[in-house]
């Protein structure tokens, strides 16, 4: 087992899951065996390796600083669940 | 039928006023109210815009302007292509109701060509899949067998081209996700070169793997497709500016002296051997029409999946971190904003979505992060480097696009792991940035197959010549799934 279920309810904070029992169970053991199945990776010897974090060699790609339109106040709270005079609201941040 | 013909007869009809825009968008539009309530290939179906776009094209054609290719053509959008003002849903309850303020540019870019948008197409949700059984808004099924899956991410998209709803259609591909679904429903699939088509306006899976890609009924409407989509974007970091070819340019019915490369990985454990024995019979017709074939090997292709299913998921946890109810989507109640965004994210994803996150957190996470992430981005490179040392011999490489025929609703669906297996034979291509096109090549017990192409990068033309070649010498692309008239009964009702 690579994985505990303290470690899937601590993965599950930092990824902010509220994950249910069952599902607590069940992605322990799935998490599990993907991650037995990628331990073939191990059998690689990488060290001289350069890792590729993109196909196509990018690098710092600059602009202008130009001003252009964006989208205005009302397009950008449309889709909002809860906006209210501009703002989006949201629900108190601490209980205490 | 007028709906099955391809982009460019139907161009010709539109040219010579044998048939309106507004006469083929209805056209479309009846069978999608037909064969879709069966298939359901769309989510969203805007006839009303649609028939309004198609109008204003009929204006123009009456002036006798200059017709564009793909001027007048109805065609679907993959549902995480972003469409001001047409809900763009993902596929996930968490977009249901989303509708963008804005265009990708591969919208604005077809709406510029003036084709007419009729709809948003299924898809896995967040593309998350292979076989788009993972679509919060239920299955999409496969025109040649109802009973099996079309193929995913982009499985709507494949269905709606292979039944006559939409003359084109554009999915992305992460992993595959336009060319097994495109092989699985017997249609053309390309996924470019990454950086050749911009992907703003696509929600993002995993940044680094995903490209926008045309899925057509012929090798000529997908390069027509890239004509109009292909090219520099200022407002994708990750696109590139080189110089766009007329993709048309490299539809010549000549192969004589290409080598193209068979990588023996990719016919060994885990291919149906039907398959393998389908595609070996595509080979076949390459060689007596001039190609030079031979084997090589890619030796790392075994450590594809695993790679890519750790960067795959420490990219996609990243990208939805956005998702926490504040600004738009779905929002779940709680006292307090932590808890709600627990309880939207716990609510508002389902179960596939949930459980790359949490495989991708994990990769990412402290103590963790050399171990899976960084090997895999090193695995990476091996990997890129096997393909760059083949093209050093070969023009092209070939290869099955799937290991299998369409399989059964539910037979790959409880284990993960499985259905990550499947991927084994597109997923290098995504890693190493590379295109990749799948073409019909066959049928394995009365289900398509697909051949792939893989190309050196940005070298889409070799692709189109060795795929046109293929395709006017074989008659695959030119059968039809037949809908039972079953379907076409409880359709119409």
């Known amino acids: 087992m690579t994985i505990s279920r303290e470690d899937v309810e601590y993965v599950a904070a930092l990824a902010r899951l509220e994950l249910t029992e069952p599902e607590i169970k069940e992605y322990t053991e799935q998490l599990n065996s993907i991650l037995d199945y990628a331990a073939m990776l191990e059998r690689l010897d990488t060290d001289d390796v350069i890792p590729t974090a993109h196909a196509v ?38 209980l205490t | 039928m007028m709906i099955s013909q391809s982009v460019s007869e139907l161009h010709e009809l539109l ?6 825009s507004t006469e083929l968008t209805k056209a479309y539009i009846k069978r999608i109210q037909i064969v879709d309530p069966e298939l359901k ?20 054609i009456a002036h ?36 963008p303020p804005y265009n990708a540019t591969v919208t604005d870019r077809l709406q510029a060509a003036g084709t007419i948008l009729l709809g948003k197409v299924n898809m896995d949700e967040f593309a998350m899949g292979s076989s788009t059984e993972n679509s919060y808004f239920g299955k999409t099924r496969n025109p040649w067998d109802l009973e099996r899956v079309p193929g995913g991410s982009s499985g709507g998209a494949a269905v709606a081209v292979a039944a006559d709803e939409a003359a084109f259609a554009l999915g992305s591909d992460t992993g595959g996700s336009v060319r097994q679904p495109a092989a699985f429903c017997g249609v053309v699939g390309l996924k470019p070169t990454y950086g050749a088509v911009s992907r703003y306006g696509l929600i993002a899976f995993a940044s680094s793997l995903d490209q926008i890609g045309p899925l057509t009924k012929t090798v000529r409407d997908n390069a027509l497709v890239m004509n109009a989509i292909a090219g520099y974007d200022p407002r994708d970091s990750t696109s590139v500016a080189y110089e766009k070819p007329d993709y048309t340019k490299f539809l010549v019915n000549d192969i004589k ?50 790679a890519y299913y750790l960067i795959a998921t420490a990219e996609a946890s990243s990208n939805l971190a956005r998702y926490d109810g504040v600004r738009y989507g779905y929002r779940g109640e709680a006292e307090d904003v932590l808890g709600m965004f627990r309880k939207t ?59 299998t025929p369409a399989f059964r609703f539910g037979e790959k669906s409880s284990d993960p792991l499985t259905m990550y297996l499947s991927d084994i034979t597109t997923v290098p291509i995504n890693l190493a940035g590379i295109p990749a096109i799948s073409i019909p090549a066959g049928f394995v017990k009365g289900m398509p197959i697909g051949m792939q192409l893989m190309g050196k990068a940005f070298n889409e033309g070799t692709l189109y010549r060795v795929a046109y070649t293929f395709e006017q010498n074989t008659q695959y692309h030119t059968l039809k799934p037949s809908l039972s008239g079953e379907v076409l009964a409880r359709g119409s009702r």
């Open chain 2, 64 to 99: 006798n302007q200059v017709l564009g290719d793909l001027e007048g053509i109805p065609m679907a959008l993959k549902d995480n292509l972003c469409t001001e003002g047409v809900r763009t849903s993902c596929a996930s309850k968490m977009l249901e109701n989303f509708i």
């Open chain 2, 15 to 20: 040219v010579h006023k044998d048939v309106s």
């Open chain 2, 345 to 403: 994210r716990a609510e508002g994803f389902g179960q596939e979505v949930k459980r790359r996150i949490m495989l991708g957190t994990y990769a990412l996470s402290s103590g963790y992060y050399d171990a899976y992430y960084l090997k895999a981005q090193k695995v990476r490179t091996l990997i890129k480097q096997d393909f760059d040392k083949a093209f050093e011999k070969f023009d092209i490489l070939l290869s099955p696009t799937a290991p």
């Open chain 2, 41 to 60: 290939a769309y989510l969203t179906v805007i006839k009303d815009p649609a028939m309004a776009q198609a109008a204003e094209i009929d204006r123009k």
């Open chain 1, 57 to 94: 060699p990018l690098h710092n790609v600059m602009r202008e600083d130009q001003v252009s339109p964006s989208i205005n106040h009302d397009k950008a709270l449309k889709n909002a669940p809860d906006g209210e005079e501009g703002f989006f609201r949201v629900p108190r941040i601490s």
């Open chain 2, 257 to 306: 002296g290409l080598k193209i490369g068979i990588p023996r990985e990719y016919f060994g454990e885990g291919i149906d051997p039907d398959v393998a024995s389908g595609i070996r019979a595509g080979i076949q017709t390459l060689i007596d029409l001039g190609a030079e074939v031979s084997e090589c090997s890619l030796p790392h292709t075994q450590y594809a999946i695993p």
